[in-house]
């Protein structure tokens, strides 16, 4: 979906760095999750956000951090305390507050330098 | 836990061969069941979504099933192309609201022509 915007499609961090990934919607939708996806396996949630300044762990928050400052954006930080990294990582949004489809960006991939 | 089953890991079909895949949800109040096709490198995208007041839903070549009191759901793809080679991840709220999914782990088909 055109709607979503992530940026960079690659990242390469070097050890100890903290490096944040851009996600940005113009759907007006009001949640936004992140998720990680390793080779060969599904989605797993990290955090996510269903309102403005207002944001909740997933399955594997630690070593991350996210805000929510804007309805449009929703950055994730991959701090040095995440000591495996790589991966592929998704945004997505939607609208309602239940059943309702996730829309994901194009992702980004992240790897160790 | 919540959890969601999905099954088989990989599918290997001849061109014009139906596949089909399934999913197992855990928690009974789960009402809206997405799944979403994943090409190489690239977004997952929403193919078919159902919910729980109907039993099946198609679109094409593209059909779901429902069974609620089995708490399971079912994709049905026929006269499969070449093109629908991907991996497909079926996916299942989560409990504590916010639109929350839960993904299986998924599916790798492979359509030879």
């Known amino acids: 979906d055109g709607g979503i915007t992530q940026s960079p499609k690659y990242l390469f961090r070097k050890e100890g760095q903290n490096v944040t990934l851009s996600c940005e919607q113009n759907l007006n939708h009001d949640a936004m999750y992140w998720y990680r996806q390793d080779p060969g396996q599904g989605l797993r949630l990290i955090y996510y956000?269903?309102?403005?300044?207002?944001?909740q762990k997933g399955d594997i928050a630690e070593g991350y951090s996210v805000s929510r400052e804007k309805k449009e954006s929703f950055p994730l930080t991959v701090t040095s305390a995440q000591k495996n990294p790589t991966a592929f990582y998704l945004c997505?949004?939607?609208?309602?507050?239940?059943?309702?489809?996730?829309?994901f960006g194009d992702g980004t991939r992240l790897s160790i330098l | 836990g919540e959890n969601v089953e999905q099954h088989p890991s990989t599918l290997s079909v001849q061109e014009g061969d139906s596949a089909v895949i399934k999913c197992t949800y855990s928690d009974s109040a789960s009402n809206y069941f997405p799944w979403y096709k994943q090409e190489l490198g690239k977004r997952p995208q929403l193919i078919i979504d159902i919910r729980s007041n109907v039993g099946e839903k198609k679109d094409q070549r593209i059909a779901v099933t429902l069974n609620k009191t089995a708490k399971h759901f079912s994709l049905h793809i026929t006269e499969t192309q070449p093109e629908d080679s991907a991996v497909y991840f079926c996916a299942a709220p989560r409990s504590g609201g916010y639109n929350k999914l839960i993904f299986g782990a998924g599916t790798r088909l492979a359509v030879h022509p």
């Open positions: 997505a949004s939607s609208n309602g507050p239940s059943g309702q489809p996730q829309h």
């Open positions: 956000s269903q309102i403005v300044n207002d944001f």
